[in-house]
Each structure stands twice: as C-alpha cells, then as structure tokens.
C-alpha cells in the first residue's frame, strides 16, 4: 500500500385506518432495525463494534484499512491547519470522506440529500436518487467545462451511513462515480472504516476532528473538493493536501 496524504390487496385497502397506520409503523420500524443491523454487520463500523484499532490508519476521528495501490489525501483549512477530510485515491477514482456529529434518536442522511439536491440545482445541476449497496445513494451532475472548450458535467455520487450519534459521508469520483465495477474496490474499503464518535457533546453537524498521522507535513495545493453539501462548509480558500507517506 502507498500512503499519499407493493400493491396491497382490496382486502388491505379496506382495512380499519388505525391498523394501517400501526402496520405501517411496525414496517417501518422493521426496515430501520434491519438497516442498522446490516451496518453492523457489515461495515462501516462504530469503534465499539470492532476488538482492535490496530492495522489501520489513525486520522482521530476515522480509522481506514490499508490496501495495496490506496493513496490518502487529507485535505487541510489552510486559516486554520484542521483537517476537514480525507480523500482516498484508488485506481484512477476518489472517495472524500467526512464524519460528523449526529443526534441521538434521528439520522441526518434524509435531509442531507434534499439539501444537496438544492444546492446542485441552485448550481444548474441535476441529481438523481439511486439504491445501491449503502441503500439510498444520490448521483450529482454539475455543468463544467471541458479540455476542448465545450459544455459538460462532473459527475459526483454521494453514499451517507446513519450510525450511533454519527454521520459518516462518502463522495465518489472519476469512473467510481458512474460505473459500479470501477467504484467496487473503494466501496469494499468504505465498508471497513471506523468512526470514533468520542463521548464529549457536539452540535449535530459538527465535524468529527480528523488529524494528521505522525511524520505526516501538509504541502499546499490548488483547488477545492468538487462537491460540497451546503450545509457542511469546506475551507474558505480551498484545502492544503497532506500526502501520507
């Protein structure tokens, strides 16, 4: 590995109101427990469900397992020096990735979404809600100009987990974006991360604090992430990126 920084029957539509209402809830109730335990299940992981935090890289609030080709990025508020996320680089695509502080009773991802649809449209971009193995993805397009001049899009997907009291976002670019097979490897590594919530109170939305690794030396570099949810505010001059290694 190189570190570089359905249709209900008569006999239920007829059904007393109350109890459709309570059928509903219990369904509901059903899909969100089997959600939360296929997480557990299969990633990406609170620190309280895994034994060991060793063979991972430490960034503080994320843990990512190494793999052979993956590159970190950590993308740096140059006012500041926080570290506002990690991008990894694998296979000529990219996966930002942010943690941030969730309530305790409610996940953030639904209203997330309608939030970026906004944001994209306000853009003259367009979005596109998609189940994948994460379960309610959105594909993003935004107008951009292309090497010869002409008028194209920047494709980006969005992949959001509700954990415990935490929010973890994952942003796919480059043929990961619009070719599942391509977005497979960092979809597997996306699985096996782990989020360290801490115990001390946050605002819902605050920032899970990243940190460098040890030896690690931010060097500045041009640019911004290409997508930003409107509400989770990136650097104001475009991020430093520190290559781990």
């Not at 007393?16 to 809830?25: K, M, V, Y």
């Not at 309280?48 to 990512?64: C, F, K, M, N």
């Not at 990219?94 to 209203?111: H, I, N, R």
């Not at 115990?199 to 931010?218: C, F, I, T, Y």
Request: aromatic share 6%; net charge negative.
């Amino acid at each position: 590995m190189v570190f570089g920084l359905g249709r209900k029957s008569k006999k239920d539509q007829s059904a007393d109101p109350a109890e459709s209402r309570a059928s509903g809830e219990s369904t509901d109730s059903a899909d969100v427990a089997s959600a939360v335990a296929g997480r557990r299940d299969e990633g990406p992981f609170d620190v309280s469900e895994v034994s060991s935090r060793d063979g991972y890289v430490d960034l503080g609030a994320l843990l990512i397992a190494p793999s052979e080709g993956l590159q970190l990025r950590l993308e740096v508020e140059e006012a500041t020096q926080r570290v506002v996320a990690v991008t990894m680089d694998l296979n000529g695509s990219s996966l930002q990735l942010q943690a941030f502080a969730a309530p305790k009773t409610e996940g953030l991802w639904d209203e997330i979404r309608e939030q970026i649809g906004q944001s994209v449209g306000s853009q003259g971009g367009q979005v596109e809600e998609v189940e994948g193995g994460f379960g309610t993805e959105l594909v993003a397009k935004l107008p951009a100009g292309t090497p010869d001049g002409s008028q194209g899009y920047r494709v980006a997907r969005f992949i959001g987990i509700d954990g415990p009291r935490w929010f973890l976002r994952g942003v796919l670019g480059g043929p990961a974006a619009m070719e599942r097979e391509a977005a497979a490897p960092l979809e597997s590594l996306f699985r096996q991360i782990v989020v360290i919530r801490g115990d001390s109170p946050m605002p819902p939305r605050d920032l899970l604090q990243l940190r460098l690794p040890k030896d690690a030396s931010a060097t500045p570099a041009p640019g911004a992430p290409e997508f930003n949810a409107p509400e989770f505010k990136g650097p104001e001059r475009g991020p430093e990126t520190t290559q781990i290694g």
